[in-house]
């Protein structure tokens, strides 16, 4: 297991990080996962073991579920807080309350202290806004991660799921008013999924924040379940939970030029999927989640698997997102930058 630094934070994360968005299984979330306190406890071993120090949760994933579940595991192993990096998030509604939703600092501050009592810890180390809130402003959600921070409850700050130029927005609050920016950027990140290759990615790698993708497998759709000839895998949540969008015509054409490549190496289609987002250069740590101790051991796995620089193209040209406006003027005009 490699570790690599969060943005310019200083702290080491592992390369792979641990989703527990199946861990739970209330109302919504049964169909991604419903992993109960004994099989949650042992893919954090196995997770553990293997090197992982970084591990990925929400507020929202089984209505609070999951972090019980989470800290109760490091519990039951008797892991010291120091030894783990723990993520979580907000945002979403947790209750019928008019103001059980959003990103104002009140919400902000009550998942908090809501969300230390769940996972059983005094500080959370990355805290994350799981997404847009359009009713909210910047400034206002901004000034509420500062009180949060401050109180000495949480580390870093990450966002979720946000554009590029919302993120610059709120780090340009932040640093106006002496407050503390973001350092993270979780967003869905796959081969069959590329669009954070437009303005995201860019912005990341200009400003050093730190790339965390979920659903490197595009909700299962790169497990190797799935075929043009095979559209229903009998034992996958996108049988019942078709999420995140793909263009499902785009990713056979992937699948099938990863199929002989997972050959070589002797590796699952999931497996080479997972090492395509590993060899990119602006990851940081890639989210993890599984239901069964054998299927995260294949996802571990791929931090193993090299691929050539040959396999590299062949994936990169299958996968690359079509030249948009105004990308292609910026080749255009750049042409006659290059020295002779």
């Given amino acids: 297991m490699k570790y690599k630094f969060l943005g310019n934070t200083g702290v080491l994360v592992s390369e792979l990080c641990l989703g527990t968005m199946t861990f739970g299984g209330n109302g919504y979330w049964e169909a991604i996962g419903k992993l109960q306190q004994e099989e949650g406890t042992t893919l954090v071993k196995t ?37 783990v990096v723990i993520a979580t998030k907000a945002r979403g509604r947790m209750a019928p309350g008019v103001n059980q939703i959003g990103l104002s600092r009140l919400h902000i501050m009550d998942s908090v202290e809501e969300s230390l009592k769940r996972l059983g810890t005094d500080h959370i180390d990355i805290f994350y806004i799981h997404g847009v809130d359009a009713y909210t402003s910047l400034e206002e959600t901004m000034r509420g991660l500062e009180d949060i921070v401050r109180s000495g409850k949480v580390r870093y700050l990450g966002v979720s799921n946000l554009g590029a130029w919302q993120i610059m927005k709120a780090n340009g609050i932040a640093e106006k008013n002496g407050w503390t920016k973001f350092v993270a950027c979780q967003h869905y990140y796959s081969i069959a999924g590329r669009d954070i290759e437009r303005e995201l990615v860019p912005m990341m790698e200009d400003q050093h ?37 793909v263009d499902k015509e785009k990713a056979y054409d992937i699948i099938e030029v990863i199929q002989p490549i997972a050959e070589a190496h002797g590796a699952s ?7 395509w987002v590993l060899h990119q250069k602006p990851v940081t740590s890639l989210i993890i989640g599984a239901k069964k101790p054998e299927q995260l051991a294949d996802n571990i796995a791929a931090t193993e698997v090299v691929l050539t620089a040959e396999e590299l193209e062949k994936l990169d040209q299958i996968s690359a997102l079509q030249v948009e406006y105004p990308s292609w003027m910026f080749a255009r005009q750049g042409r006659d930058r290059i020295p002779e």
């Fill in 47 to 83: 997770a553990l073991d293997k090197g992982i120090n970084f591990f990925d949760t929400a507020n929202v994933y089984s209505y609070g579920k999951s972090e019980e579940i989470l800290g109760q595991s490091f519990k039951d192993l008797g892991i010291k807080r120091s030894e």
């Fill in 269 to 275: 289609v999931a497996r080479i999927a997972l090492a």
């Fill in 209 to 245: 924040l730190a790339l965390m993708p979920w659903s490197p497998l595009a909700g299962g759709f790169l497990s190797g379940k799935f075929t043009r000839n095979n559209e229903t895998s009998g034992d996958n949540r996108r049988d019942v939970f078709d999420f995140p969008p």
